[in-house]
């Protein structure tokens, strides 16, 4: 059975839990996380190359987009980014495919 929550460790030791339906959110982590072939898929937790303070924005993303994904166009809510950051957390989603 899959895990409810998926630990998530950035590479600098901090560990975040997240629910597995804001996870999913990555198109990157519901390969990893459905696939079989994947030890991730079983033990529920991801390790990342990326640090702390990048993994939060790209975790809060993941909750953003499932609070809004069906209002497209119709949220007064902003995703905001510091432009200091903006390029990290970009490189980051890409390659998370959100």
């Known amino acids: 059975m899959a895990p409810r929550y998926i630990k ?7 560990v975040f839990v997240v629910p597995r339906e804001a996870a999913l959110v990555s198109e990157t982590w519901r390969r990893m996380l459905s696939s079989e072939s994947y030890i991730e898929s079983e ?14 924005y790209i975790i809060d993303y993941l909750f953003y987009n499932l609070n809004y994904k069906d209002t497209v166009g119709q949220t007064d809510k902003e995703f905001k ?3 200091e950051l903006a390029l990290q957390v970009l490189v980051a989603a890409d390659y998370l495919n959100v």
Request: proline share 8%.
């Open 8 to 14: 998530i460790t950035s590479n600098d030791g901090f």
């Open 43 to 56: 033990t529920g937790e991801l390790y990342l190359d990326h640090s702390a303070e990048i993994l939060s």
């Open 81 to 83: 980014i510091p432009p």
